[in-house]
């Protein structure tokens, strides 16, 4: 008996000491918005939205170190509504738009770089989100435009079954790849007897930080290899920002082709922006987008203006305001949400939709 309760003893001991080694951290964001869309030709929408400066969500990440600079790594990440009765990972906000946000395993060593494996906030998703003051929420420029696909700061610029290697910085330089299967057609056959093989996604970018300057450029491709028709993708783009202290300036410019594209062209975006500092803890926000849409034979060219503030409370929890506008030369396109993916207010062809509101965001 006496040698049971040692046994069990040691074997708690061992348990505590292995958990020790794990640093487990959860982490999220609560962010919620009283909202007004309008659009031309439609009625006006009140709203009480979830991830209005940025996406309500959850997250578990850990680290472990397994000795000579290597660590094991994890991040399981998953959206919030909190504007409802719903779950974690359940999918209504238009600009949280999916389930799991990120989720994956890898290794990390201080010399050689990291490598993880899972669903993966993409090289394109991670350009997209540093180059707009108020990109991820319901005030962004450019992911309220056409003309992106793994180029977004939404759910687009994320990919399944995805792989990534991140290097070590080299005097402020970054290289990143990622490589995704995006379908998962496994070699199986068309009714017509064709091979039918998976999609895939490739994306490098290099990254300089340094002096107040944080740059990329990006070039991605989708292989679209699971249908007849010619629709690969190709996208490249270029921005980033510069601190100057009094004033944070953003650029970027990025384009998309379609090899399947009616007209044969290229969609370009581009963007300018900036953060202005008015307190300790307040700053404005402003950033304008334009897309050439030149995709389509009409040309129907489309831009975006959007003016913030936040204000700090803390460390972690702020306040803002914001509006948006996006105008459209030809049809009308999707503005704005009431709440439900499938309900939107859109404005008649060439019109153009707004939305401004006020919100509280929490992060922990």
Known sequence: MQKKIIALAVAA???SAAFAQSNVTIYGVADMAVLHASASGAKGVNAVESGGLAGSRIGFKGVEDLGNGLKALFTLEYALNMDNNAGIGAVDSPWSGTVARQQFVGLSSAKLGTVVAGRLQTAGYDWACSVNPLAGG?????DKLNGRTLLSCGTT????NALAYISPSFGGVTVALNTAR???ARNSFTAAGQDQKDNAAYLGSVNYQGFGANVTAIYTRI???NTVANDDVREWGIGGSYDLKVVKLFASYQNQKAENAASGKSDKTWQVGASVPTTAT????AS???LNYASTKADDNQSSFSLGYTHGLSKRTKLYAG??????DGVGVRSVSNGASDNFVTPVAGGHGSLYGVGINHSF
């Open 13 to 15: 001991l061992a348990s």
């Open 138 to 142: 319901a005030f962004a420029t450019n």
């Open 157 to 160: 610029g994320r990919a399944d």
């Open 182 to 184: 995006l379908t998962e």
């Open 223 to 225: 292989n679209a290899n």
């Open 282 to 285: 307040g700053a404005v926000h």
């Open 288 to 290: 304008y987008s334009h």
């Open 323 to 328: 509006y948006n506008r996006v105008s459209n």
